[in-house]
């Protein structure tokens, strides 16, 4: 119930939003980027509203990197980044807020055409992970929880250090569709517009991550009512059904934090 009434009032925001049209300067990263890319000209068509979408990881040294996109001082009004990497930035003072918007689930691909290996138990998924040749990962949330985490918890951390390698700013299902990993592993919604790869399956329980991805404004925003409109809009049950079909779960009336 709370939940439903919290949704009810962030979709009023939009219809509040005035006639004024602003530009809204969005940097996304790639988790929520195909859901954002479909309910973006929804919400401008809605509210009159320009965005200009770009598009980096929540972490790393990249050179589109959000932190790294702050340290050079980019005009931007809001960013849709893992959770924890916009927690850092409410924190550091960067950003005014956070909502979160929907979780994510990592996944595995491989080569369209190459035999499709079993990781629905986490044996399983050991095993694949010891017979493959090389393995890809994301340089953002679910790549440093495989790099930092999972390969310790299967305990398969020495074995696979020299083959698996980290993806930076490149989506990794772009790397197994070339033939330059045998197997990848990324949020699912990262890995479904790919083509040139079927998709394995998501990582087993036991080994399964979930990152919550989340918007806010950044301090200094140039058009930030309108942002929070459309954090709004991206919270609310009208965009849950989009979210959902792009591979991840919506937190629809998500509390800002």
Not at 92 to 97: E, I, K, P, S
Not at 99 to 105: K, L, N, R
Not at 215 to 220: P, S
Not at 229 to 254: K, N, W
């Amino acid at each position: 119930m709370l939940r439903a009434l919290i949704a009810s009032a962030l979709a009023m925001l939009i219809a509040a939003g005035g006639a004024r049209a602003d530009e809204i300067v969005v940097v996304t990263s790639g988790g929520l980027s195909a859901a954002f890319k479909i309910l973006a000209p929804q919400f401008e068509k809605q509210t009159g509203h320009h965005i200009v979408m770009e598009w980096g990881p929540s972490m790393g040294l990249t050179h589109d990197a959000v932190p790294q996109r702050l340290a050079r001082g980019e005009k931007m009004d809001m960013v849709i980044m893992a959770g924890y990497a916009l927690g850092e930035l409410v924190r550091r003072g960067q950003a005014l807020d956070r909502t979160e918007i929907a979780t994510s689930y990592i996944g595995a691909v491989v080569k369209k055409g190459a035999k499709v290996p079993d990781i629905s138990t986490v044996m399983a998924l050991k095993a694949t992970l010891m017979a493959a040749d090389s393995i890809a990962y994301s340089d953002s949330a679910s790549g440093v929880y495989i790099k930092n985490e999972m390969f310790k918890k299967l305990g398969i951390e020495d074995q696979v250090r020299d083959k698996a390698h980290m993806i930076p700013a490149t989506p990794v299902a772009e790397i197994v569709a070339k033939g330059e990993a045998e197997i990848g592993f990324q949020a699912l919604s990262e890995l479904l517009p790919t083509p040139g790869v079927t998709l394995v399956g998501l990582l087993p329980e036991g080994a399964q991550h979930t990152t919550t991805f989340a918007a806010g404004v950044i301090k200094g925003a140039q058009s930030p009512d309108a942002a929070h409109q459309l954090i709004a809009f991206l919270a609310s049950p009208a965009a849950a059904e989009t979210i959902r079909s792009t591979g991840m779960e919506p937190l629809v009336g998500a509390a800002v934090k």
